[in-house]
C-alpha cells in the first residue's frame, strides 16, 4: 500500500533523514521506534506531504512527489500528528467535522456516528471543549477525527507521548479494533514496548537511518533493542 524508497530529507545542512527505505502492506500494522531526534516526525511528513525530499513516496501505486497534501487525504492516507493537535477552544463535535475535509455533510455525520462507536467516551462529551479532556481522551479524539476522511492509511506521531501506560494500553487496544476491521497502520514511536507488543512488525530508525527491521517478536527479544529502548521497566510493565 505504501512504499518509501531511498528518501532523504534535509533541513539546511542537518540531513534528518538518509536513504530511508520502509513499506507497508495493506492490512499491516507497523511500527517504526527511534529515540528523540531519530527523524520520525520528518519520515511522517514527508509522507504526508509537509516536508520536502528525495527519493520516492509511492502510495497505492501512485507517485506522490508532486501530490498536495490535501490531494493525499483524498487518496486516502490520514495523519494523527504529535502532540495530538486538537482544537482546545472548539467543543468535541466540532474537531470531528474538521476531520471530514471536503467531504459533504451527511457523510461526515455518518463517520462521526461510526467513529464515536468505538470511542464512545467522545460521544458523552460532544458538547465539551476539547481542552478539557484528558489527554488520554485527546488522543482518542485525535484519532477519531483522522478517522472522519475515511482513511485506508493511518499515520500516528507517538500516540503514547505524555500518556500513563494504563492510558497507553486503551489507545493501542483501540487500534488493535480498527486493524481487525481493515485499517492500515503507520506509527512512529519512542516507546518500543508499547509499538512493539501491538504491531506487526516493526523499524528500528537511528540519526536518520533504519538500522533494524523485523517482526515484532523478534525486534522485542533483539538484546541490542532491549539494551537501547525497552530499559529496565519493560518487564515490569508489559509482560505481565
Ligand atoms: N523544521 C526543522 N528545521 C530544522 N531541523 C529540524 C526541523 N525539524 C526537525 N529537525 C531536526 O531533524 C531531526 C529529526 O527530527 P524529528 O523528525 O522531529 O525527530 P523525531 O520525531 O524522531 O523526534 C532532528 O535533529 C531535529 O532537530
Ligand atoms: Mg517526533
Given at each position: 500500500m505504501l512504499k518509501v524508497t531511498s528518501l532523504t530529507v534535509k533541513y539546511g545542512s542537518i540531513v534528518a533523514l538518509k536513504n530511508v527505505s520502509v513499506h507497508i502492506k495493506k492490512g499491516e500494522f507497523v511500527a517504526l521506534i527511534g529515540s528523540n531526534g531519530a527523524g520520525k516526525t520528518t519520515l511522517l511528513n514527508a509522507i504526508y506531504g509537509l516536508a520536502v525530499f528525495e527519493g520516492d513516496v509511492v502510495f497505492k501505486d501512485k507517485n506522490l512527489s508532486n501530490v498536495a497534501s490535501h490531494k493525499r487525504i483524498e487518496m486516502g492516507l490520514s495523519l494523527v500528528p504529535e502532540g495530538r493537535r486538537v482544537f482546545p477552544n472548539m467543543t468535541v463535535l466540532e474537531n470531528l467535522e474538521l476531520g471530514g475535509f471536503k467531504k459533504d455533510k451527511q457523510f461526515i455525520n455518518r463517520k462521526i456516528d461510526e467513529v464515536v462507536e468505538l470511542f464512545p467516551v467522545l460521544k458523552e462529551r460532544f458538547r465539551q471543549l476539547a481542552g478539557m479532556l484528558s489527554g488520554g481522551e485527546q488522543q482518542m479524539l485525535a484519532i477519531a477525527r483522522a478517522l472522519i476522511s475515511d482513511p485506508e492509511l493511518l499515520l500516528m506521531d507517538e500516540p503514547s507521548m505524555g500518556l500513563a501506560p494504563m492510558v497507553i494500553k486503551e489507545v493501542y487496544e483501540k487500534l488493535s479494533i480498527l486493524k481487525k476491521n481493515g485499517l492500515t497502520i503507520f506509527l512512529v514511536e519512542q516507546n518500543a514496548m508499547a509499538a512493539l507488543k501491538y504491531a506487526d512488525r516493526g523499524y528500528v530508525l537511528e540519526n536518520g537511518k533504519i538500522v533494524l527491521q523485523g517482526k515484532s517478536n523478534e525486534l522485542i527479544n533483539d538484546n541490542e533493542i532491549k539494551r537501547a529502548?525497552?530499559?529496565?521497566?519493560y518487564k515490569e510493565k508489559w509482560e505481565r
Open positions: 529502548y525497552l530499559g529496565k521497566e
